[in-house]
């Protein structure tokens, strides 16, 4: 789906229930809508209806302008009478400037991350990008050495979005040890295969295959690490790494090791100055830039570089 396009999303779920549809570049922290929190970072509220009495709430929103890469799409109950939110799920989308974006093929990306220069974690991602979304039963991947299952039972326990035909979304594993045990060493170069089998006792499966080394890590010259009084718009310099495109990421420090992601940018330049009113005062932030291959439909491995600052007055 593009930035721009009109769609209708659906969302199921039990009458007498208040709904709200709402976006983020980031499935980590958690913010509000009419009082009720939404796990989703930087929460951009789409629309809010209610379920009607045959079970179904159905919204055409426009996808905002200047939207790109993955966001994060979340559907929210809670009962109409009042009380807090009990139900939720939500999904991946792949926003793209032009066109319908990815459909039928596997994304596998290992990363080694290296914080202030530091190696500390290893990252796996496995995702998929599928056409319109049916309530799933389980995910399996399967790789050289062995598979990994992911049962979805929250599909059934929390409202589905439904998205129209021709829109894919992304389903997929996401590992992150943040004590750094994470074994790249289970996962070498190969075919990967991701199926998908549906609520219905259908299913899909989407293939790729894994080769060649990992890139250079980037090594983030300004904001230096641990940086203070960093300006309000600074401009985000990084060394060049092998691979030539990079995901920029900006994120509020919330916590030693989460942030929400407030501001990102993707592309090959590696001077990228971030626009105005997006970082608080005396605030500590999140840098994080990743240098992996510029095609998306392609496994690959990619290296990351962290640092932590905090702005002025």
């Not at 202030?116 to 389980?138: D, H, L, V």
């Not at 240098?291 to 496994?299: E, F, G, L, M």
């Amino acid at each position: 789906m593009k930035a721009g396009d009109t769609v209708a999303f659906t969302v199921t779920g039990p009458p007498g229930y208040d709904a709200a549809l709402a976006y983020s570049f980031s499935s980590r922290g958690a913010g509000q809508v009419s009082g009720q929190d939404l796990l989703l970072g930087d929460v951009n509220l789409l629309a809010q209806g209610a379920i009607s009495s045959s079970g179904a709430w159905t919204s055409t929103v426009q996808i905002p302008s200047g939207l790109s890469g993955e966001v994060f799409l979340q559907a929210a109950l809670w009962p109409t009478t009042g009380g807090a939110m009990t139900l939720m799920n939500g999904i991946g989308l792949y926003i793209v400037p032009t066109g319908s974006g990815p459909v039928g093929i596997a994304e596998l990306v290992l990363t080694k991350k290296y914080y202030c220069g530091s190696s500390t974690t290893n990252g796996i991602e496995f995702r998929a990008y599928i056409g319109a979304f049916k309530p799933i039963r389980e995910a399996t991947m399967q790789g050289p050495v062995g598979s990994l299952k992911r049962m979805l039972p929250s599909i059934f326990e929390g409202p589905t979005i439904i998205t129209p035909s021709g829109y894919p979304y992304i389903l997929g594993f996401d590992y992150d040890d943040e004590a750094g045990e994470t074994n790249l060493g289970l996962f070498p170069d190969g075919a990967y295969t991701f199926t998908v089998t549906f609520a219905d006792g259908t299913s899909t499966s989407i293939s790729t295959t894994l080769s060649g080394g990992f890139p250079t890590s980037p090594t983030i010259t300004s904001p230096s690490c641990g940086q203070t009084g960093v300006s309000h718009t600074p401009t985000i310099q990084f060394t060049p790494s092998g691979s030539g495109h990079y995901e920029v990421n900006v994120g509020v420090q919330v916590s030693v090791n989460n942030s929400v992601d407030i501001w990102r940018y993707s592309g090959t330049a590696t001077s990228v100055a971030m626009p105005g009113n997006l970082l608080s005062a005396n605030t500590p932030h999140n840098l994080n830039v990743d240098a992996y291959a510029s095609s998306i439909s392609a496994a690959r491995k990619s290296a990351s570089a962290s640092i932590n600052f905090t702005t002025g007055p």
